[in-house]
């Protein structure tokens, strides 16, 4: 399956004579869009192929990865079981919008702490799941492992070699490292971690084949999920000026970042870039709810 490339018109992209697309991931799916359709997709038919009937994979309260994977388990004939971090969520699950729908997907949840949660791929507490749960084909955090990034290396086509920058934003890795692999060697991906530091990069090397990669720093906004009202702002007058939606935990960062470096000159004229829209939308709603309750502005849906 292949998105649409959405050329971004903005007056100083012009005046800096630079051109800049967007992938539109985020269209190829009403519930699964983005790179969690493309990180599900052989996992899913792996799944099947070996015999599962029980999927089971991890994720926060407001995760992606959970409420895609709900929905496609539904699809595919899967159970599906989210392992979810934080025991407070045990009482008030159904105010959550993702999980809410994971859960009317057919998900079933596991409540854990969070000291037990950075335990996840310990081999120990799989064993407790497997014997609370019986069998179950194991999808990791985000859903990053070698079949994912297969799916991912799918993102790119024949027809964005044209490109000299590749950008996209970086949470577990598994999406920059398929579009690392699927690239040519004269393009440069950039990656935005969602997440302060660069921890990112071993997590990288472990399934990237090529070395043409950087990851641009500065663009966290304090960490996972942390906004500003520089950030809501940013995302609204995007959407206003170009009718594209963005995350603000994902592509609402790397894209405010890409822009900021074209303002800031670091690329030379002419130079052509394609940011991918890795999807994510559904999380606004969640979004929303946290920044009513700290009086800030709300990202328009």
């Known amino acids: 399956m292949k998105a649409r490339n959405q050329e971004i018109k903005l007056p100083f992209l012009e005046q800096k004579e630079i051109s800049l697309f967007i992938k539109r991931e985020d269209e190829l799916h ?22 599962y009937s029980n999927l089971l994979t991890f994720g926060g309260a407001f995760s992606n990865h959970i409420a895609a994977t709900a929905y496609a388990g539904k699809q595919h004939g899967l159970q599906t079981i989210g392992v979810i971090r934080g025991e407070e969520l045990l009482a008030k699950w159904h105010l959550n ?9 057919g998900m079933h949840f596991k409540f854990i702490s969070r000291a037990s949660y950075r335990s996840k791929e310990n081999l120990e507490l799989l064993k407790v799941l497997k014997g609370e749960f019986g069998a179950f084909y194991h999808l990791p955090e985000g859903g990053t492992n070698a079949l994912a990034i297969k799916g991912c290396e799918e993102i790119l086509s024949e027809n964005d070699k044209d490109f000299d920058y590749v950008s996209v934003a970086v949470g577990t890795g598994g999406t920059i490292s398929g579009i690392i692999n699927a ?9 935005f971690p969602a997440l302060k530091g660069d921890f990112l990069k ?8 090529k070395e043409n990669w950087q990851l641009i720093l500065d663009y966290h906004f304090g960490g996972y999920a942390k906004v500003n009202t520089h950030l809501i702002e940013f995302i609204n007058d995007f959407k206003k000026n170009t009718g594209i939606p963005l995350d603000p935990i994902y592509t609402g960062k790397m894209m405010y970042g890409l822009l900021d470096m074209v303002k800031k000159g670091k690329f030379k004229k002419g130079t052509k870039i394609l940011a991918i829209h890795t999807g994510g939308l559904q999380g606004i709603l969640g979004m929303n709810e946290n920044l009513k309750k700290k009086n800030l502005p709300l990202i328009c849906v």
């Not at 009403?30 to 015999?51: C, M, T, V």
Request: charge should be positive; glycine fraction near 6%.
């Open 183 to 191: 690239s040519i060697q004269k393009q440069t991906v950039l990656g």
């Open 202 to 209: 071993e997590d990288i090397c472990k399934f990237a084949e």
């Open 30 to 51: 009403p519930r699964i869009s983005g790179n969690k359709y493309r990180k599900l997709k052989y996992n899913l038919i792996e799944a099947q192929k070996s015999g």
């Open 97 to 105: 919008p993702t999980l809410a729908f994971a859960h009317e997907n």
